[in-house]
């Protein structure tokens, strides 16, 4: 486990690619369920608890996800290639949920004090600029293509995804 902890950390760091991760069908779903259930537990403290709209807003990001990356990568000829990103896309993803989860936390905690939310804010647009970066390393690793293009594409992503969550996000 410490050995795919590990994986993930290197890939986050661009220091590995997706594909050096194995082929598998159960390290994608054991990646996708850790990053799900990250993803709620992050969004509890935004959404003030767990309500149907964590529920809707972590699967749409989820679904998302892998629906991006399936037709990126089928649009552009890579198919084949699916699992591995896809995983390496959830694992990154799941582990750089955990280190903004203290960032959350701690935004939520200090309230609306006098200048509460800078460092928290901080912190996460650190964790957010990193993702995006992860991810560019990823889909360019994914694509046979630059980093530049990658990085492009995974800002297209979050914009996308941000627009779709925050959307399905709302209270019914």
Not at 87 to 107: K, Q
């Amino acid at each position: 486990m410490l050995a795919l902890i590990e994986a993930f950390m290197k890939i986050a760091l661009r220091r590995l690619g997706p594909d050096d991760l194995p082929d598998s069908p159960l390290l994608l779903v054991l990646a996708a369920v850790a990053y799900v259930g990250l993803q709620a537990v992050a969004a509890i403290p935004v959404f003030g608890g767990f309500s149907p709209a964590v529920v809707r807003s972590v699967t749409a990001d989820a679904v998302l996800l892998a629906g991006c990356a399936w037709l990126l990568l089928a649009a552009l000829g890579f198919r084949s290639r699916y699992r591995q990103p896809l995983t390496a896309l959830f694992g990154t993803g799941a582990l750089l949920t955990v280190f903004v989860l203290p960032a959350y936390l701690w935004a939520r905690a200090r309230g609306n004090a006098e200048g509460a939310g800078f460092l928290p804010s901080l912190a996460i647009v650190f964790v957010l600029v990193w993702s995006v970066a992860a991810n560019g390393h990823i889909l360019a690793r994914a694509l046979s293509t630059g980093f530049p293009l990658g990085v492009a594409l995974a800002r297209c992503y979050l914009l996308l995804n941000f627009v779709l969550v925050s959307q399905l996000g709302q209270p019914a």
